[in-house]
């Protein structure tokens, strides 16, 4: 852990020292950059609204009033550099100053209680401004279930005779059988797929519970991996499952976009995404009568309490 000084003047220095802690402690890369963005756009909002440039200064009255401005002012309407308008460019989104929801201003709280805790049990700060913030209570909506009609007419869709749709049409089918994360299975080695156990290998250096564990898969998705296998390996000489048609590590978000794609040519009025697959997963092996703490180390979550809060009440 590195060593806080006292005094902070500038927000980066707190912010610097935060995340130099969170790699120590190594953090996911996602986590750290959820961190990072979050904690920077507090900090230009400080330093532009309120005219503050140290984390010493906050107060709970600035926490909850950076909360309701991020509320008000809508999604992509405030950003944490320059550099973010020209690589994204946020005004072109159609979803461009909309209502921020819910889970995302949590999410923000949360990051913040974490990055002002490590400040007080450091000696940065002599009081954490963010302790007496509760979370924002709002309703959670119905999780969207993807009916077998528009599976079979998205899965009917793909051209089996072209390489990158046939390679998606596994992953799609994979995704189903196992409920494993996208990022997962799009990181998956030939040799992780054990097909005399009809089981897939998670290693924990993919696995974002830090853990090993262990999915398993039907006959049919037996029967699917071993000629995707045999088919891939004509082809390309690396380990990776899933690859591009150059070979390359096939990314979490080029499947989203082709996600769209397929959607769209097989004429369904709703997209199916990567989580909702895994969600359908959930909600199907809960509704055959299987136990939610088996659901749990299939799923791998944390605690078989992360699984109880996504699913009770919601079937």
Same mark, same amino acid.
């Given at each position: 852990?590195?060593?806080? @000084?006292? %005094?902070?003047?500038?927000?980066?220095?707190?912010?610097?020292?935060?995340?130099?802690?969170?790699?120590?402690?190594?953090?996911?890369?996602? @986590?750290?950059?959820?961190?990072?963005?979050? &904690?920077?756009?507090?900090?230009?909002?400080?330093?532009?609204?309120?005219?503050?440039? !140290?984390?010493?200064? =906050?107060?709970?009255?600035? &926490?909850?009033?950076?909360?309701?401005? @991020?509320?008000?002012?809508?999604?992509?309407?405030?950003?944490?550099?320059?550099?973010?308008?020209?690589? %994204?460019?946020?005004?072109?989104?159609?979803?461009?100053?909309?209502?921020?929801?819910?889970?995302? =201003?949590? *999410?923000?709280?949360?990051?913040?209680?974490?990055?002002?805790?490590?400040?007080?049990?450091?000696?940065?700060?002599?009081?954490?401004?963010?302790?007496?913030?509760?979370?924002?209570?709002?309703?959670?909506?119905?999780?969207?279930?993807?009916? $077998?009609?528009d599976f079979n007419k998205l899965s009917k869709g793909?051209?089996?005779?072209?390489?990158?749709?046939?390679? $998606?049409?596994?992953?799609?089918?994979?995704?189903?059988?196992?409920?494993?994360?996208?990022?997962?299975?799009?990181? /998956?080695?030939?040799?992780? =797929?054990?097909?005399?156990?009809?089981?897939?290998?998670?290693?924990?250096?993919? %696995?974002? #519970?830090?853990?090993?564990?262990?999915?398993?898969?039907?006959?049919?998705i037996w029967n699917y /991996?071993?000629?995707?296998?045999?088919?891939?390996?004509?082809?390309?000489?690396?380990?990776?499952?899933?690859?591009?048609?150059? #070979?390359?590590?096939?990314? =979490?978000?080029?499947?989203?976009?082709?996600?769209?794609?397929?959607?769209?040519? !097989?004429?369904?009025? *709703?997209?199916? @995404?990567?989580?909702?697959?895994? %969600?359908?997963?959930?909600?199907?092996?809960?509704?055959?009568?299987?136990?939610?703490?088996?659901?749990?180390?299939? /799923?791998?979550?944390?605690?078989?309490?992360?699984?109880?809060?996504?699913?009770?009440?919601?079937?």
């Amino acid at each position: 852990m590195p060593r806080v @000084t006292k %005094n902070i003047l500038k927000f980066d220095d707190s912010i610097n020292d935060f995340m130099i802690h969170c790699s120590n402690k190594d953090l996911r890369p996602k @986590t750290m950059k959820s961190y990072e963005s979050t &904690i920077g756009l507090f900090s230009k909002y400080m330093e532009e609204e309120e005219k503050i440039f !140290s984390s010493c200064s =906050v107060t709970t009255k600035h &926490i909850k009033n950076y909360l309701k401005f @991020t509320v008000d002012r809508g999604k992509y309407s405030y950003i944490s550099s320059l550099e973010t308008i020209y690589s %994204n460019n946020p005004a072109n989104r159609k979803d461009f100053g909309k209502q921020v929801s819910m889970w995302t =201003v949590n *999410n923000y709280l949360r990051n913040l209680k974490v990055f002002f805790t490590f400040l007080y049990e450091n000696g940065a700060i002599n009081t954490n401004a963010s302790i007496p913030i509760r979370q924002y209570k709002h309703s959670r909506r119905p999780k969207n279930e993807i009916k $077998d009609i528009d599976f079979n007419k998205l899965s009917k869709g793909l051209d089996l005779t072209k390489y990158e749709e046939y390679r $998606d049409y596994i992953i799609i089918q994979l995704l189903m059988d196992t409920g494993m994360r996208i990022g997962e299975c799009l990181n /998956l080695k030939t040799d992780d =797929v054990l097909l005399d156990k009809k089981a897939i290998f998670i290693p924990s250096e993919i %696995n974002k #519970g830090r853990k090993d564990r262990y999915v398993f898969f039907s006959m049919t998705i037996w029967n699917y /991996l071993k000629r995707w296998i045999d088919y891939k390996d004509r082809y390309f000489s690396n380990n990776n499952l899933f690859c591009t048609t150059r #070979g390359s590590n096939f990314s =979490v978000t080029n499947l989203e976009k082709n996600l769209k794609k397929y959607c769209i040519k !097989s004429g369904l009025e *709703n997209n199916i @995404t990567c989580h909702q697959i895994r %969600n359908n997963f959930a909600k199907r092996f809960l509704l055959s009568g299987r136990d939610i703490f088996t659901l749990s180390k299939i /799923l791998g979550h944390s605690s078989v309490t992360v699984t109880e809060n996504t699913w009770a009440g919601k079937l």
